[in-house]
C-alpha cells in the first residue's frame, strides 16, 4: 500500500479554494511563514459577515482544552459552519493538548477547527492520532535551510513575475538569511518597484535593498574557489567596516555548503557535468564552474583540514575557548583556507 504523500502549503490552499475542507487541521513546525499563510486564510474562509458569531481565535496560552472543545460543538449562528483557530498551541502542554482529541475523534461537521503550533513541533500524540482517525490534516512546516532557500526564492521571484540569477539569489540569502518572512518582503517589495518580467540583478538589489554586489558571501565563497588572496581580503575589510552587510554567522555557512559540496563531488562515480548539477543542486553552469575551480586547487585532505577550521570557528565565535573578537577569527578563517597544507 503506498504511503500517503504529506499536505503541502500549496495544497491545502488550493483544497480552501476549492471547498474541499477537512474538519481539523493541525499546523506545525520550525519555519513559521507558512504557519502564519494559513492561519490568514483560515481566518479569511467564512464570508465577512459570518465572522462575528461564528468565528473564534484564541490563544493557546490563554485557553484550557475544554474550552476549545466547548466552542467546537456550538451550533453556527445563521450560517452553515463555525471557525475556531487556536494560536501559538505550541504553549499548551501535551496533556491539554491531549484532551481536545476527545472531541476530535467524532468533530461537529459544522466547525472548522485550525491548532497552529507556531515554530515548534506539536505536543500531544492522542491528538495527533485523533486527526488522523477523523481524516484530518496535519501539516509540518519544516525549516528552510541555507541549501533549499535559493529554490524557494526563486520560486517566489518567478511567481511575481520577476527573474534572478544564481548569484542575485544567493545574495538574498546571505544577507537576510532563511527567514522567509523577511525574504518575502524584499521580494514584494522589489516586485512593486520593478516591472512584470523584470530581473532581479546584483545592482538591483544594491540599489533597492542595500547589499553591496561586489562585498558580501556569493563573492566571498567565489574568491576562496579561485583562491583570489587579494580579492577575499578586501572582502573582509569591507565585512569589518560594514558589519550588517554581511553576518559572518552566514558567511561561514556558505563557505562550509561550498567545501561540503566540494567533497561530495570528490567522491561521486561518476564526475560529470550533469552529474555533479544533479547531486549537488546546482541551478546553472555558473556554479558549475565555481565547484571545478575549486577541485582544481584543494585537494579532498585539504578539504577535510577546512571543514574542520570552519567548525572550530563557529565553535569559537560562540565563546568556546576563544574571546578573540569574530572578525579576526574569520580573518584567521579564511587565511588557513587559502593557505591549507592538507595535514589532518
Not at 160 to 174: P, R, T, V, Y
Not at 216 to 244: H, M, Q, T
Given at each position: 500500500m503506498a504511503t500517503p504523500t504529506a499536505p503541502t502549503f500549496e495544497g491545502i490552499r488550493k483544497s480552501l479554494i476549492s471547498g474541499d475542507i477537512a474538519p481539523v487541521y493541525l499546523l506545525h513546525g520550525e519555519e513559521g511563514y507558512y504557519i502564519d499563510a494559513l492561519v490568514d486564510d483560515f481566518a479569511e474562509l467564512l464570508p465577512e459577515d459570518d465572522r462575528v458569531f461564528n468565528q473564534y481565535i484564541l490563544h493557546g496560552s490563554e485557553i484550557e482544552a475544554q474550552q476549545v472543545c466547548d466552542l467546537c460543538y456550538r451550533v453556527p449562528m445563521m450560517a452553515e459552519r463555525q471557525m475556531v483557530i487556536v494560536k501559538e498551541a505550541q504553549s499548551m502542554r501535551a496533556d491539554q493538548l491531549n484532551k481536545i482529541s476527545a472531541y476530535v475523534e467524532d468533530p461537529v461537521p459544522s466547525t472548522i477547527l485550525v491548532i497552529a503550533c507556531r515554530g515548534a513541533q506539536a505536543k500531544g500524540k492522542d491528538l495527533m492520532a485523533a486527526i488522523?482517525?477523523?481524516?484530518?490534516?496535519?501539516?509540518?512546516?519544516?525549516?528552510?535551510?541555507?541549501?533549499?532557500?535559493?529554490?524557494?526564492?526563486?520560486?517566489?521571484?518567478?511567481?511575481?513575475?520577476?527573474?534572478?540569477?544564481?548569484?542575485?539569489?544567493?545574495?538574498?540569502?546571505?544577507?537576510?538569511?532563511?527567514?522567509?518572512?523577511?525574504?518575502?518582503?524584499?521580494?514584494?517589495?522589489?516586485?512593486?518597484?520593478?516591472?512584470?518580467?523584470?530581473?532581479?540583478?546584483?545592482?538591483?538589489?544594491?540599489?533597492?535593498?542595500?547589499?553591496?554586489?561586489?562585498?558580501?558571501?556569493?563573492?566571498?565563497?567565489?574568491?576562496?574557489?579561485?583562491?583570489?588572496?587579494?580579492?577575499?581580503?578586501?572582502?573582509?575589510?569591507?565585512?569589518?567596516?560594514?558589519?550588517?552587510?554581511?553576518?559572518?554567522?552566514?558567511?561561514?555557512?556558505?563557505?562550509?555548503?561550498?567545501?561540503?559540496?566540494?567533497?561530495?563531488?570528490?567522491?561521486?562515480?561518476?564526475?560529470?557535468?550533469?552529474?555533479?548539477?544533479?547531486?549537488?543542486?546546482?541551478?546553472?553552469?555558473?556554479?558549475?564552474?565555481?565547484?571545478?575551480?575549486?577541485?582544481?586547487?584543494?585537494?579532498?585532505?585539504?578539504?577535510?583540514e577546512i571543514i574542520s577550521a570552519i567548525r572550530r570557528f563557529d565553535a569559537m565565535s560562540k565563546g568556546v575557548g576563544s574571546r578573540q573578537n569574530e572578525h579576526q577569527l574569520f580573518y584567521d578563517l579564511v587565511y588557513h583556507i587559502l593557505t591549507a597544507p592538507g595535514r589532518l
Open positions: 488522523r482517525k477523523c481524516k484530518g490534516v496535519i501539516f509540518e512546516s519544516k525549516k528552510v535551510t541555507d541549501r533549499n532557500a535559493p529554490a524557494l526564492i526563486g520560486n517566489y521571484i518567478s511567481k511575481k513575475g520577476l527573474s534572478a540569477d544564481q548569484k542575485s539569489l544567493e545574495m538574498l540569502c546571505d544577507f537576510i538569511g532563511t527567514d522567509l518572512s523577511r525574504l518575502y518582503n524584499e521580494i514584494d517589495k522589489l516586485a512593486t518597484l520593478l516591472p512584470k518580467g523584470a530581473a532581479v540583478t546584483p545592482e538591483v538589489i544594491e540599489r533597492n535593498i542595500g547589499i553591496s554586489r561586489e562585498y558580501n558571501s556569493y563573492e566571498l565563497v567565489d574568491a576562496l574557489a579561485g583562491k583570489d588572496a587579494a580579492k577575499a581580503f578586501r572582502i573582509l575589510s569591507y565585512f569589518r567596516s560594514n558589519p550588517k552587510a554581511a553576518p559572518l554567522v552566514l558567511a561561514s555557512s556558505s563557505i562550509f555548503n561550498f567545501f561540503a559540496d566540494l567533497l561530495t563531488a570528490y567522491y561521486l562515480a561518476d564526475q560529470s557535468d550533469s552529474t555533479l548539477m544533479r547531486e549537488l543542486g546546482l541551478r546553472n553552469n555558473f556554479a558549475l564552474k565555481r565547484i571545478r575551480n575549486g577541485m582544481s586547487r584543494y585537494s579532498p585532505v585539504k578539504i577535510v
